[in-house]
């Protein structure tokens, strides 16, 4: 668990390997707010509580996926999911991807989604992962902006990305090259990347 003091409050990332009753329902509760804020998550419509519990428990089941979460004061205000290739997949084992990632509207603002997808990347390099995979709609600015001040490059834009309410949206694809810090570097491995 990393957790850093900032304006008075504590910002913690974990990963989940089992969730508490309390946990699950703050997280599904941020998870709706998010839904209902407009994105972070494949949901467009907010989710019954059981409907997103089951989403959560299953994926803490799912051995290619992990599940972060971030806290507010201790609080579960948001998650992220990083997502292994499968094992058939050789030819692109050195790739992950980055996905659902949000915090709810009510604790934005504090750095805590830097500090989670930070985290997620530091998890996916130690695995041994070159490069991180991401899109997003081009709707959400503020992720967007979040990225690119990441270090995330912008490889292309799907036009026909996602349909929110009747409106086909357009989504952005971004990579980031990762450094393990062990082995060859990344750059000399993957070549002008
Ligand atoms: C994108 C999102 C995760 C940011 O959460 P957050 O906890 O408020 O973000 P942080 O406080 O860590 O801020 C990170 C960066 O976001 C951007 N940002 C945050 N608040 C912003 C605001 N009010 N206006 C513009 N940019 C803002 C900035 O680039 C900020 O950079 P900084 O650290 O240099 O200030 C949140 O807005 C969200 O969940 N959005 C909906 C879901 C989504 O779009 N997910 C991504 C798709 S997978």
Redesign the pocket.
């Known amino acids: 668990m990393n957790a850093v003091q900032r304006s008075g409050h504590v910002l913690t990332v974990e990963i989940a390997t089992s969730i508490a009753d309390e946990a699950l329902a703050e997280l599904c509760e941020a998870t709706n707010a998010?839904i209902a804020?407009?994105?972070?998550f494949g949901w467009v419509q907010a989710q019954d509580r059981a409907a997103l519990a089951r989403h959560f428990r299953g994926v803490l089941l799912v051995p290619d996926r992990t599940l972060f979460l971030a806290r507010l004061d201790g609080e579960v205000v948001?998650s992220a999911q990083l997502v292994r290739p499968p094992k058939n997949n050789e030819a692109q084992a050195f790739a992950a991807q980055l996905?659902?990632?949000?915090?709810a509207p009510y604790?934005?603002?504090?750095?805590?989604?830097?500090?989670l997808v930070t985290r997620a990347e530091e998890h996916a390099a130690a695995m041994g992962f070159r490069v991180l995979n991401?899109d997003?709609?081009e709707t959400?600015?503020?992720?967007i902006?979040?990225f690119e001040?990441l270090g995330y490059r912008r490889w292309g834009t799907h036009p026909a990305y996602a349909r929110v309410e009747g409106r086909t949206v357009a989504g952005h694809f971004y990579y980031k090259l990762l450094e393990p810090g062990r082995g060859r570097s990344t750059e000399s491995l993957m070549g002008g990347a």
């Open positions: 998010a804020e407009g994105g972070g948001g996905t659902h990632a949000y915090i604790a934005r603002g504090h750095g805590l989604a830097r500090a991401l997003v709609r959400q600015t503020r992720a902006a979040l001040s």
